[in-house]
């Protein structure tokens, strides 16, 4: 059974870190990575990241504030947020994808998300 469990979301001032984990079980998945929706908007891709770590793919929103990283021997993704901003504040879901195609349309296998809030 395919399962992606999504931790360390949680509340921080505006310029704080967070730091959120996804362990996935039961595949490996080629392409991990986060989407976020936040109230009211539609869903969007926030960072993702092949298995070997060559390539990874970010928002222009976050570019140079976030960054994704991979422990394979963990099956494990990390979202490192740097610099947060209120606008960041959404539900953060991790996924799992065979390929870049998959990822890029949404599909794949999803987390439960994980809440993350950043006050002014």
């Known amino acids: 059974q395919v399962q992606l469990v999504e931790s360390g979301g949680g509340w921080v001032q505006a310029g704080g870190s967070l730091r959120l984990s996804c362990a996935a079980s039961?595949?490996?998945?080629?392409?991990m990575g986060w989407y976020r929706q936040a109230p009211g908007k539609q869903r969007e891709l926030a960072a993702a990241?092949?298995?070997?770590?060559?390539?990874?793919k970010y928002a222009d929103s976050v570019k140079g504030r976030f960054t994704i990283s991979r422990d394979n021997a963990k099956n494990t993704v990390y979202l490192q947020m740097n610099s947060l901003k209120p606008e960041d504040t959404a539900v953060y879901y991790c996924i799992g994808a065979r390929s870049f195609y998959e990822f890029n349309g949404g599909s794949g296998s999803w987390g439960q998300g994980t809440q993350v809030t950043v006050s002014s």
């Open positions: 990241i092949s298995r070997g770590g060559t390539t990874t």
């Open positions: 039961g595949i490996g998945f080629y392409v």
